[in-house]
Structures are given as structure tokens and as C-alpha cells.
């Protein structure tokens, strides 16, 4: 989800700068070729006054933006509206200043030392031989910028806003369909999980009332009826614990769990059933401590370390490391099982997705084991890496 936005926030950051920059580029620009109108005109105009009036149409200036300056055939400056004649040096050289002399007109445009600024120049030669130079100063596109950053920063935040805003409206939208279509295939798998355990029990309880069992069948059948409603229990305790970290109801605080006592106490519980197919279970490591729902933390290793046990081969062994990794805690279940198809092992996390549909009820297990396991660690802030071979084992990882 954090991606997603971050995504979006890029795009619409760039799509608004590129379509800003399209806008001030083109304004710029239409503005500056209407800047050069007005000067050239400005300058015909102030040239016949000079003209017509001779040395009074200094006097008789309109006080506007521009700068006239009057330049004589030596380049040297004979009136200016900015500067004292003294204090200005010889204009021979400047480009419109020559191009005057040459044709009778000249343009030019110079920057700023900080770029921030340029002049635009027009110069006409007059009858006399002077040349009458008007100027005017323009900001430069950066320096518009410069000027604009508030406010545009300001839009910028809103439209970057927007975009998030909206795409968390999709998202949100999107999250629900698929938590609908989640729902609908949980609830199916749920009732098909039931089934099954239910028509056995159903079936062996009606040959028990009709008296159609035999006295010496009825030990069998009351053992059968009590596997089937076990297993009917761990699904039901599996789906009620599944729906309380969905709606993020694993309430308990997070405190310091040493993970090393943790497992050799899992090691313990789970010694029986490894002796039964004749596992060796070995816990190996050094102490490690994390901060986390101690319950949820049992829940997640002792269902790894169940799996590395059921689907195991006879005689196989089943090893769990804990040690520190760049300062993290990390605990590894290693098992010389069946393993996993690497088709498979991006599947494997799903609710009652099997890798071997057969095996499994074989072994027994709700299917929703590694989906417990997968939320366990998201709550507890840790990651699970799986690494698995045909025919050799499986390893998984878990890093805090």
C-alpha cells in the first residue's frame, strides 16, 4: 500500500511539473515576444520625437518602463534617463549600437550576471547621425519561478493531495472487492472443510442408532466419530484465531520473549509426536530475546515446527537453529521432508491451500496452519523466507 502512494505522489508530482512547465514556457514566451512589440514600437515613436522636438524631447518623456538613452556616432553617450552622461563608457561596441550604424536598426538582449534578469535593446540611427537606444528589463523565466515557488508549492501539495487522496478511495475500493471475493472462497472452503468431517460422523452415528454396527465395531466407530470431531474443533479454533487477526483483534502487548526457552519448550511438547515416526528434534542456537504477542509468537513456531514433523519421512530429523543475524534475532525450522514444488511455495501461505491434497489428509491438519503463521509474524513485525528442495526438506526462516 505504502509503494502504491508513493507511486501515485510521483506520478502526479511529475505530471504536474511537466504540465507547469508547458504553461510557463509557452506564457513566457508569448509575453516576451509582446515586450519586444512594445519596445520597438516605443522606440519608432520616441524617434520622431526626437525629430520633431530636437533637444526638448527629453523634457517631454512620459514616465514609463522604458530606459532611453541618445548615443552619438563616436559611441558616446549623450542623454540617458538612468545615468549621469559621465558616468557611462563608450557604447561603440554594444551590438545594437552597431547594427544601428550599419542598417539604421538594432536589437539585442543581454542577462544578468545571476541570471535572474535580462534587458531587451532596440537602437534606431537618426537622420543626424545619433543613435536613440531604448531598453527595458525583463524578469527571467527563472526568476519567475523563484517569484512563483510559494504558490506553486502550495498547488502542488493540493494536487499531490488529491491524487492520494483519490487513489485511497480506489484502493479502498479495490481492497473491498477483493476482501469480498476472499470472503465468498473462504466461506466456501470453510463449508467444504466441514463436510467432510460431519458425513462421518453423521454416518457412523445413524449405524450406531439403527443397530446396524456390531457390539465388537462400536470401539472403532466412537473412535472414528472422536477424530472427526476433533478435527472439527482445531478447524474451528484455526478460523476463530484467523478471524481475530483479520480484524486485529490480538490485543495483548508486546513484551520480551526469549525465543530460546520458547522453543525448547515446543521442543518438549512436540517430542511424542516426532518419537512417533522416529524424528530426531533437535533445538540448537544461543539465546535470543525480541519484543512481541508472546501467544502469537508460540502459535507461528509451534506450527512450523508441526509441519516439519507431519510432513517428514520416517526416520528423518527435524532441526531448529536460533542465533542473532546482524543484530536481529532469526530461527530457522530445517526438515528433511517431502518438500515443496517451487511452483507451490508462493501458494503455500494461501487458507487451506495444499501442496499434496492427499498426503495432507493423511497427516491431518486444517490447511490453515501457514496462514496463522503467515499473520503471526506480519503482527510481530517479522519476515519468512522459504527455501525448499523435492525429496530433501524444507527450510523455514523467520527474521525479526
Not at 563616436?74 to 545615468?83: M, N, Y
Not at 526416520?315 to 530461527?331: F, K, L, R
Not at 528433511?336 to 511455495?345: K, L, R
Request: contains cysteine; aromatic residues 8%; proline residues 2%.
Amino acid at each position: 500500500m505504502k509503494h502504491r502512494y508513493f507511486s501515485v505522489i510521483i506520478l502526479a508530482s511529475v505530471a504536474f511539473i511537466i504540465s507547469l512547465g508547458l504553461i510557463l514556457v509557452t506564457m513566457y514566451n508569448y509575453f516576451s515576444e509582446v515586450q519586444w512589440k512594445q519596445l520597438r514600437r516605443a522606440t519608432e515613436i520616441s524617434a520622431m520625437a526626437v525629430i520633431n522636438q530636437g533637444e526638448d524631447f527629453r523634457w517631454n518623456l512620459p514616465d514609463e518602463q522604458y530606459r532611453t538613452t541618445l548615443i552619438s556616432p563616436q559611441g558616446e553617450v549623450i542623454f540617458d534617463t538612468e545615468k549621469r552622461d559621465s558616468h557611462l563608457e563608450n557604447h561603440l561596441k554594444r551590438k545594437e549600437v552597431q547594427e544601428a550604424m550599419e542598417s539604421g536598426y538594432g536589437e539585442s538582449q543581454r542577462y544578468s550576471d545571476t541570471m535572474m534578469t535580462k534587458m531587451y535593446y532596440v537602437a534606431k540611427k537618426l537622420p543626424d547621425g545619433t543613435i536613440l537606444r531604448l531598453s527595458m528589463k525583463q524578469y527571467t523565466l527563472l526568476r519567475v519561478l523563484w517569484q512563483l515557488s510559494l504558490p506553486i508549492s502550495l498547488i502542488m501539495l493540493l494536487v499531490i493531495s488529491m491524487a492520494v487522496a483519490i487513489s485511497y478511495r480506489e484502493s479502498q475500493k479495490d481492497t473491498q472487492a477483493e476482501t469480498e471475493a476472499m470472503r465468498r472462497e473462504f466461506t466456501a472452503n470453510v463449508s467444504h472443510e466441514l463436510k467432510s468431517p460431519l458425513h462421518v460422523v453423521s454416518g457412523f452415528a445413524e449405524l450406531m442408532k439403527s443397530g446396524m454396527a456390531r457390539p465388537e465395531d462400536m470401539p472403532g466407530f466412537a473412535e472414528k466419530i472422536y477424530n472427526e470431531a476433533q478435527r472439527m474443533i482445531r478447524l474451528v479454533e484455526d478460523i476463530i484465531t484467523l478471524s481475530k487477526l483479520d480484524e486485529g483483534q490480538a490485543s495483548d502487548k508486546k513484551v520480551k520473549v526469549n525465543l530460546y526457552k520458547m522453543l525448547q519448550c515446543i521442543v518438549e511438547e512436540l517430542q511424542p509426536k516426532a518419537k512417533e515416526k522416529e524424528i530426531s528434534f533437535e533445538l540448537i542456537g544461543e539465546q535470543c530475546t525480541t519484543f512481541g504477542i508472546a501467544q502469537l509468537l508460540h502459535q507461528l513456531f509451534y506450527n512450523l515446527c508441526e509441519n516439519a514433523i507431519k510432513y517428514n519421512r520416517q526416520g528423518g530429523s527435524v532441526t531448529i537453529a536460533v542465533h542473532w543475524e546482524d543484530g536481529h534475532p532469526q530461527v530457522s525450522v530445517r526438515d528433511t521432508g517431502i518438500g515443496i514444488p517451487q511452483e507451490d511455495i508462493g501458494r503455500i501461505f494461501e487458507r487451506f491451500y495444499r501442496v499434496d491434497k492427499s498426503h495432507s489428509k493423511e497427516v491431518g491438519g486444517t490447511g490453515l496452519g501457514l496462514s496463522i503463521v503467515k499473520h503471526a509474524a506480519k503482527i510481530n513485525g517479522a519476515k519468512i523466507e522459504v527455501e525448499s528442495l523435492m525429496n530433501e526438506g524444507t527450510i523455514f526462516t523467520v527474521k525479526f
